[in-house]
Each structure stands twice: as C-alpha cells, then as structure tokens.
C-alpha cells in the first residue's frame, strides 16, 4: 500500500503571534506538523505496518518546514518531498492546491491523507479541493480507514454517529484527530531520519509558472487586520454554591438566556 | 442571472433544511440587497422539493435540482458537481455555503472545480466597493481580518451562528431545474449508517454550549453536564482531556484539532482553559466558568468566573434553574 500524507508545516498553536503586517501567516518562526495532518500520518504509518508498503509526506512551504518533514521521517514515514519556491509567498487556497496536486500527480499512490483542516489556516478545503482536481474520490471526516477488496473503507464522523463509506482507489480521504494519537519519534527513528531523503520540488521542477499561482496569483486579498477587543477581566464569584449559583441564573436571565 | 449571489441549501441531519444554510441565506439576501444582487438558493437533492420549499423561505428564488444519485452516494461531490454546472450557464458571482463538515466538502470540491477563490469561515460580510468584505476569525480567534476577493467572484464558507436567520415575506419561488450532464467525479457509496445512542445536539449549532473538561472527573460530571445542557436549551461539549479521557465523544470536542464553536454562551465546567481550546471557543459572545483554580487562564477570557467545587456550583445551578421556571 502507497499513502502520500501532506503534513503542513504550522506555526506552533501555543506561540502568541502569527500574522505579519501584510496580513500572510508569519511562517519564519518554529514550525510542528499541523495536528490533523499529524493523526493522517499516524494512520498512514499504522496501516502499512499491518499491510505493508511505504509512506512519503509532502509539505509545501519555506525552507524552515524541512523540520517538520524530518520529524514525520523519525515517525517513520519512508521519504519526505518538500515543495519550496520563493513565489509561492501569499498563496491562496486555490493555488495552493494547484500546486499541491501536480506534486501529487508525479508520484503513484493508492491513498492521499490529508488533515480535515489546519490550526493556521483552518478553511478545511485543501483536501475536497484536492480530490476534485485529481479527479479521485473524496472520503472526509475519517474516523477509521481500512482497505477492503479493490478499494478503501472509511468511517466518516457525522452529526449523529457514522457513515461508512468505500470507494475505490486511489482517493483522497481528510483525516482527524478520531484517527489516533501520533506516536513519538524514537531515538532510532530519528536517528534513521538523517539518511532518508528529503526531495525538493520548486515550481519549475513541477511545471507551474509563478504567474499563476502564489502570491502574484492570489484571488483574494485582506483589507484590514485587528486584534480582536479585550474582554475584560472576569467578574469572579465565590461563597457558597446556593448564592453563586443564584448570581450565574440572574447574570444568565440579563443576558436573556434565560 | 448572471453576477448573483447563490447560496447552496444543506439538509439538517434530521432532515429538513440545516439552520446554518437559514443563516447562509439570511446572510446572502443582506448583501444581495447591499449591493444591488439578485439572490438565488440552489438545493440538490434525491427529492428536493421541501428541502428548496423551506430555503425559500429565505431567498426570492430557488432552483431545486432532482439528483438521484444522491439517493446511496456520499453528497458534497455530487451536489459540488451539480452546482458547478449551473454555475457555468448561469454565471453568478459568489456562491454561499456553510462552513460546516458537509458545507466545507461542497465548498471545496465547487471552487476547485471552478477555479474560483474561496473566503473561509466568514464570521460576517458587508459590501464594499469590488463586493463582498468577508470577516473572518484566524488563528482560533486570535486575529480578525477583512478580505475581498481581487476579481469579486468566489466562494464564501459561513460560521455557524455568525448571522442570526431571518425569513422573509412572502416566500420566494421554487423552480425545478434539470441537469443532464454525466458526473464525472468518481463516487463514494454509503454502505451503512451508525447512529450513536447519545448523540445530543451538534456543538458547532448549537447557541448555548455546556462543556467540560478535565475537572468534570469521569462519567458523574458528564451528566451534569448533559443536566445543565437539557435545562439551558443547549449542546453538551468537552475539550480534549474529556474526550481523551472516554467521557465525551470527539465529535463534541472543541479547539484545535476538534470543532470551533461561536455559541452565544459558553459555560464552562471544569476548563482552565489552556490555549489548544481557547481557540476553539473563545469568539462565544459570553463565557461563564466554573473552576476551583482562581487563577486558571480561564479567568483571563470568561466575562463570569465562578471559584468553586462544580459538584457544588452545578447542581446548585440546576436547582437555581428549575426553581425560577417553577
């Protein structure tokens, strides 16, 4: 079994500040794999485990995100490909899977996992749009993943439960974080890491002209950037919980929830 | 009609029309009538017709398209594919759909098969002078932006409970439309459905949220959670400790890697309120805590914190609640 994983490079969720001054995400900093993305590889890496096969991860960002690649190595995925170009600054959504699939239509695989969305941007379209591009089936939510005779079985998270869904392969499939906790890199993984490769792809490598796609490309653009307004500090409550909880009602019945 | 403004009409897990696409179209007709557009709903469905009855509701037309592949296939594909074929011939601008699992799906599939950009998440929009300003939330509500689209044509995916649904009068029309063209996107087929037993209201939906956390300490917490959730009218949610912990399914966590809510009110149980579910939870317009830490980072964003046991403070609530309501 093949799996192509996309694992984005993310600032760090837990740092305080992610947007330069021109409104595009600050991605000089620390980079981890996007938490999504990181349940997606964990599957991946469990399901050839049990099947066999190879697992490459693709991550298409600045130099910095070969970090993040070489963890997702120490993980054990089998080899990393990393798509860099300086014109790729300011890509919107639709150039980014643009330039996501021709990446993707070099290699062979049976299954692309993708994170249903990511903590920096959080659209949770790259991988529909993908599939759609790549003219491939589209599993979302994915809670399980199997193989089945000729094709691949997904437990798909609805409001109510699940909806079991197969199609054939390749396909695309959006995973979540119902998938399974990621394992550690282990000293050996990591160790290993160093000697596996790590191929880097820029637009011209992929054919793409940077009039096209990236930042000069961008179908949309921001208009203005704020800081959303402090709320105050909390009104703290304390005593015993008959009078407490008769300030919360009347503060909920103001309010007009109740 | 070309240069409209569509919105795409989502049914509800239980059928019928989801309130969010209500919302959507309630947002759709507001920047129709801002800038001068016409305002169309498109439902695609097996059996359309009450679904498109009910977006009516809302919008002054409806083209209702008869899918019956949709009867045994996964739909945001093809209800995506049929979408992009009305668009080609009927050439509107921007098309409106919810920002939830299935809206994002459709979105994404639709804009990809366009070549249209997409504005995700709005929080709300407004016209402006090259159309619609999209605000949205980023970074779990850490920043706010305003953004249009360079060429005023693009896809636009709504927050739950970002606009509040208005209906119009008189309802506005329903017009069945075929579409024969073949679908040329591989399918996906539903091969079965689990039903959970305590699946409770959608958190993203939901205008009044009951979460816990850690705090809640094991299945007790969780039904006074589901209590207070009942009494308020709301959806019980949890963060990731709960739901690591196997109190509460993952469907309802919020934050970072689970659902990003924007309710009306938040209560808190049991949260401290670390940064991984702040960002998921903290655009809720009021926030009310319950935690025995005075100084949990809850503090820094709730508007109402209460010091104390929550098996104290949360029954007392109930009791408090039921007393006012006799």
Wanted: glycine fraction near 14%.
């Amino acid at each position: 079994m093949r799996i192509v994983v996309l694992t984005k490079p993310v600032p760090d969720p837990a740092a305080a500040e992610h947007l330069g001054p021109d409104g595009r995400v600050d991605r000089t900093g620390g980079n981890v794999i996007n938490g999504n993305d990181e349940y997606a590889l964990e599957a991946a890496l469990k399901l050839v485990e049990t099947h066999g096969g190879e697992v490459t991860v693709v991550a298409m960002s600045p130099e910095t995100g070969r970090d993040v690649l070489r963890k997702a190595l120490a993980m054990g995925a089998t080899r990393g490909v990393l798509i860099t170009d300086p014109a790729l600054a300011g890509a919107d959504w639709l150039s980014t899977i643009r330039v996501l699939a021709a990446a993707v239509r070099e290699m062979e695989f049976d299954l692309l996992l993708v994170g249903v969305d990511t903590s920096d941007g959080g659209a949770g379209l790259v991988p529909a749009g993908l599939a759609a591009l790549l003219g491939l089936p589209y599993l979302s939510n994915a809670a399980t993943i199997e193989p089945v005779d000729a094709g691949v079985r997904v437990n798909r998270i609805t409001a109510t439960g699940f909806e079991t869904l197969e199609s054939a392969t390749p396909a695309v499939i959006g995973g979540t974080q119902a998938l399974g906790a990621p394992r550690y890199p282990t000293l050996k993984g990591i160790m290993g890491a160093r000697s596996k490769e790590v191929a880097v792809r820029t637009l011209g490598d992929l054919g793409l002209d940077p009039a096209t796609v990236g930042g000069a490309a961008a179908g949309t653009r921001v208009v203005d950037l704020r800081r959303p307004p402090e709320r105050g500090q909390a009104k703290m409550v304390r005593g015993p919980a008959a009078d407490v909880a008769r300030e919360v009602v009347e503060f909920l019945a103001a309010r007009g929830f109740i | 009609m070309p240069g409209g403004i569509w919105v795409i009409g989502q049914a509800a897990a239980g059928g019928g029309l989801a309130r969010l696409s209500s919302e959507v179209a309630t947002l759709a007709r507001a920047l129709g009538e801002a800038g001068g557009v016409p305002v169309s709903g498109v439902v695609v469905a097996a059996e359309p017709a009450a679904l498109a009855a009910e977006l009516a509701g809302f919008v002054p037309r409806v083209l209702a398209v008869t899918e019956p592949a949709l009867a045994a296939s996964a739909g945001a594909t093809v209800v995506a594919q049929r979408v992009a074929a009305l668009a080609r011939t009927n050439a509107p601008n921007l098309i409106l759909t919810g920002a939830d699992p299935d809206g994002r799906d459709i979105a994404g599939v639709l804009a990809a098969l366009l070549g249209w950009p997409v504005l995700a998440n709005a929080l709300n929009a407004t016209w402006g002078p090259v159309g619609p300003r999209v605000e949205i939330s980023v970074f779990g509500g850490k920043q706010f932006s305003t953004s249009e689209f360079t060429a005023g044509r693009g896809v636009i995916t709504v927050r739950p409970n970002a606009v509040q649904a208005v209906a119009q009068t008189p309802a506005g029309s329903v017009e069945a439309v075929q579409i024969a063209d073949h679908l040329a996107l591989p399918g996906v087929r539903v091969v079965g459905r689990i039903h959970e037993q305590h699946g409770g209201a959608a958190v993203e939906d939901a205008r009044i949220v009951v979460a816990g956390g850690r705090g809640i300490g094991g299945p007790d917490g969780v039904t006074l959670l589901e209590h207070l959730a009942e009494a308020l009218g709301g959806a019980v949610g949890a963060t990731r400790a709960a739901v690591d912990a196997g109190w509460i399914d993952y469907p309802k966590q919020i934050g970072q890697t689970g659902k990003i809510v924007k309710p009306a009110l938040y209560l808190a149980l049991g949260i401290s309120g670390a940064i991984q579910h702040k960002v998921g939870m903290q655009t809720a317009e009021t926030i009310v805590a319950v935690n025995r830490d005075a100084d949990a980072p809850i503090a820094e964003f709730a508007d109402l914190m209460v010091v104390g046991d929550l098996f104290e403070v949360g029954p007392a609530i109930l009791d408090e609640l039921r007393t006012r309501r006799g």
